[in-house]
């Protein structure tokens, strides 16, 4: 269960019926990358335009990575920092701050759920106030309405992990 990678002929055959214009304008954005050139040139092609269903398919690959989640804290504490690189690299891809709000809001139910309430180890601990930290900057950058949308569902994540979690307090991340 993965997101869909297509092939260099997949993609040859797709820079064909484009304009020379729109290719130099994705090469211009392949450029900036260099080691996921190729996953990068098939999103640009293949999933840009349904950037929602982009989304939910990173979304259903996140919550299949967590049910995997190893019991041990420092291999989960591994396995979770894959799974960020992951959704880093999707969120390059897309580009869009509210995918990027979104996919982390995702990351961090998921780890609510899958996660022992009983861990006390550090690593695991700072990897969620990290990513709600980030999560409460990148509302902070959003338009006045767009924040507002946001707030709520923060919020809701705020009061979930304060219940879960006795080492999280809500009134540290509040915006």
Not at 50 to 76: H, N, R, T, W
Not at 130 to 144: A, M, P
Request: glycine share 4%.
């Amino acid at each position: 269960m993965g997101i869909t990678v297509y092939g260099l002929q997949d993609i040859k055959k797709e820079l064909q019926h484009l304009s020379a214009l729109q290719i130099a304008d994705l090469c211009l954005r392949l450029a900036r990358y260099k080691k996921e050139n190729k996953e990068l040139l098939a999103y640009l092609l293949f999933e840009a335009n349904d950037e929602q269903a982009f989304i939910e398919k990173v979304k259903a690959e996140v919550g299949f990575m967590f049910s995997q989640l190893p019991s041990q804290s420092y291999a989960a504490a591994k396995y979770i920092r894959k799974i960020l690189r992951l959704i880093g690299k999707y969120n390059k891809f897309i580009g869009s701050k509210q995918a990027e709000i979104d996919l982390f809001l995702n990351f961090c139910y998921n780890y609510l759920q899958y996660t022992d309430r009983k861990t006390s180890y550090k690593p695991m601990r700072l990897i969620l106030t990290r990513q709600v930290q980030k999560i409460q900057t990148l509302v902070g950058k959003l338009h006045e309405d767009l924040q507002f949308d946001y707030n709520e569902s923060y919020n809701e994540l705020l009061n979930e992990a304060e219940k879960k979690f006795p080492w999280f307090y809500k009134n540290d991340y509040l915006l």
